[in-house]
């Protein structure tokens, strides 16, 4: 069986100035996607020193996380890897520890390969051309998100969950108008419907035998 691993790392966490606290916040965060999300099929967890990793049995919500997680631990930036493969040992269900197979290798590879890049968000390009332009995209998007700010970050998160915009006010503490103006400033939208199909092309990539 298939299924999306994501595995993330801050980025100079050693540097932090208030490191501690940071880890603490950055450990509730995860529990908090923990707590949403029913599709994981092994939770967000903390392995060595600030990286983290998790398991999906389907996409659904994955970019949503990804947002969400970006904004609550913002102006942090974090390094963020998703791919898609088998896992030939069993699955963890309380912690992303001990577990093997393609998906994670595939991941572990993409990350390596942003750090190299300078990128925050990557996806496995399977190399065989079909996952050309998504991998393009989404290196794209990377380059885009250096300078979204935290409200920016919540509002594209709370998007992707098909949140309307007087909620998205309310969520951020900005008028109507300051929603609509940075949903145009970034082309949100446009970056929605990308980010939708993607994630269904994951699904059927999972889904795939």
Do not use: C
């Amino acid at each position: 069986m298939k299924y999306l691993v994501l595995i993330g790392d801050v980025l100079a966490s050693r540097h932090l100035p208030e490191r501690a606290q940071f880890q603490r916040r950055l450990k509730s965060a995860l529990q908090g996607l923990n707590g949403r999300r029913k599709v994981l099929a092994s939770p967000y967890t903390l392995t060595l020193g600030d990286e983290f990793q998790a398991v999906y049995r389907d996409t659904q919500g994955v970019f949503a996380d990804i947002f969400t997680l970006l904004a609550e631990v913002a102006p942090v930036r974090v390094r963020l890897a998703v791919a898609v493969g088998e896992i030939v040992t069993p699955i963890n269900p309380r912690q992303s520890i001990g577990m093997d197979g393609p998906a994670f290798h595939r991941a572990r590879a993409r990350l390596e390969r942003l750090k190299g890049e300078g990128r925050l968000l990557g996806i496995h390009d399977s190399g065989d051309g079909r996952w050309k332009l998504p991998a393009a995209t989404l290196a794209v998007l990377s380059g885009l998100m250096e300078g979204w700010r935290q409200t920016r970050l919540q509002l594209f998160a709370g998007m992707l969950v098909g949140t309307l915009v007087p909620e998205l006010a309310k969520q951020t503490r900005i008028t109507t108008r300051a929603v609509n103006k940075n949903i145009r400033a970034a082309d949100l939208d446009e970056w929605k419907h990308i980010m939708d199909e993607i994630s269904r092309l994951l699904s059927e990539e999972i889904k795939a035998r």
